[in-house]
T-cell receptor, first 113, second 109 residues
């Protein structure tokens, strides 16, 4: 079945550590996205990528980094510069030809100890 | 400023009690409006896409409608398994999506 796989589902980090969240898709979509979800707020865009080896900052990119070396993969690194990293992180993808629906992974919950 | 507002924030219904969720939006241009269902601890699940005023989509007990300023998600004769958070999003431009904060729906047996 086609879909988006995020791992790990739960992750704990000590302050000062970088962590990387994995996102893999087999939908053959060109565009991939990372969102952050906090209670009482709408999803906020961290980074998105239209094609391999290209990505753009979203609304809250500070303290995060991404790479897009393969079409199927779009990992997100939460760096120690991110002041409030505890959140639910969602990876999504869409076909690039039009602004169509996003398909989401199951999410990764990051907790800073 | 592009904005999406969902109401109510929370809704409790008895099983079989039909109701509607609202998504009002202010955007510079609408390329699409999307409805999602999200269960606790899970990623949003896509329900519907609406592109132009007057358009309607249906799926089981759910029906989504769109006007120039808002969208409604009508739930007919809901069941407990319909309990979830329903998210609305609009796309004012390519690769850009604005999400509302959602409506938490609880259907009581």
């Amino acid at each position: 079945d086609g879909g988006i796989t995020q791992s790990p589902k739960y992750l704990f980090r000590k302050e000062g550590q970088n962590v990387t969240l994995s996102c893999e898709q087999n939908l053959n979509h060109d565009a991939m996205y990372w969102y952050r979800q906090d209670p009482g707020q709408g999803l906020r865009l961290i980074y998105y990528s239209q094609i391999v080896n290209d990505f753009q900052k979203g609304d809250i990119a500070e303290g995060y980094s991404v790479s897009r070396e393969k079409k199927e993969s779009f990992p997100l690194t939460v760096t120690s510069a991110q002041k409030n990293p505890t959140a639910f992180y969602l990876c999504a993808s869409s076909a690039w030809q039009y602004t169509g629906e996003l398909f989401f992974g199951e999410g990764s919950r990051l907790t800073v100890l | 400023e592009d904005q999406v507002t969902q109401s109510p924030e929370a809704l409790r219904l008895q099983e079989g009690e039909s109701s509607s969720l609202n998504c009002s939006y202010t955007v510079s241009g609408l390329r699409g409006l999307f409805w999602y269902r999200q269960d606790p601890g899970k990623g949003p699940e896509f329900l519907f896409t609406l592109y132009s005023a007057g358009e309607e989509k249906e799926k089981e007990r759910l029906k989504a409608t769109l006007t120039k300023k808002e969208s409604f998600l009508h739930i007919t004769a809901p069941k407990p398994e319909d309990s979830a958070t329903y998210l609305c999003a609009v796309a004012p431009g390519t690769y850009k999506y604005i999400f509302g904060t959602g409506t938490r729906l609880k259907v009581l047996a």
